[in-house]
């Protein structure tokens, strides 16, 4: 039973850059969340998908925007970097009627 | 506004101690979940427990418990009889519904525990 899955592990940017961000889900999950960790910091909510539709959103700005393809699958994209994008970024899934969310190993961006 | 406050942020304890975790939480709804996830230096969030607000049960799971108190909004996590694979950094969590019944989770700011030889 394959766990949720991202890509890439680790990025370098540099401001004003553009990148994206790709999540599979566990098999058998139809949700997918975001998450922004800054160091030493807990895990922000950037957004969620759910049906190919985003259902929910945190306070992050327009940069941030995302997709859902038929598969469950899900991209991240972030525009107009900015050094403070700098965080490790965490992919979550869960079942539409079931609350646990479990977390994909993460990619972590750097801004330079 | 949903908040949760995990007030220790770093522990260190030796082998085979015990250790509890803090976490208090603040919430308007009545129906809510409280989880616990552990973040070892590799990165990746490894879910624990999920508790529910109706269910103050308190939970056992090997070496792992957890205390759940509504009166106090408090659901602490004392790990038993520590071992140095324990180390990592622990976070709680609480549900959050919005208007359309989808659900984030805000996560207090982590407890990094360190547990020596």
């Known amino acids: 039973d394959a766990g949720v899955t991202q890509s890439p592990t680790h990025l370098i940017k540099t401001r004003g850059q553009q990148v994206t961000l790709r999540c599979s889900p566990k098999s058998g999950h139809d949700t997918v969340s975001w998450y922004q960790q800054a160091l030493g910091q807990g895990p922000q909510f950037i957004f969620q998908?759910?049906?190919?539709?985003?259902?929910q959103r945190g306070n992050f700005p327009d940069r941030f925007s995302g997709h859902q393809f038929p598969n469950y699958s899900s991209e991240l994209n972030v525009n107009a970097l900015l050094l403070g994008d700098s965080a490790l970024y965490l992919c979550a899934s869960s079942l539409d009627w079931e609350e646990t969310q479990y977390f994909g190993p993460g990619t972590r961006l750097l801004v330079l | 506004a949903q908040k949760v406050t995990q007030a220790q942020t770093e522990i260190s304890v030796v082998e085979k101690e015990d250790v509890t975790l803090d976490c208090v939480y603040e919430t308007r709804d009545t129906t809510y979940y409280l989880f616990w996830y552990k973040q070892p230096p590799s990165g990746e969030l490894v879910f624990l427990i999920r508790?529910?607000?109706?269910?103050?049960q308190n939970e056992i799971s090997g070496r792992y418990s957890w205390n759940f108190q509504k009166s106090t909004s408090s659901f602490n996590f004392t790990i038993t009889a520590s071992q140095v694979v324990d180390s990592a950094v622990y976070f709680c969590?609480?549900?959050?519904?919005?208007?359309?019944?989808?659900?984030?989770?805000?996560f207090g700011k982590g407890t990094k525990l360190t547990v020596n030889p």
């Open positions: 998908y759910y049906e190919e539709e985003e259902r």
């Open positions: 969590a609480l549900s959050v519904f919005s208007q359309g019944g989808s659900e984030k989770l805000v």
């Open positions: 508790r529910n607000s109706f269910d103050e």
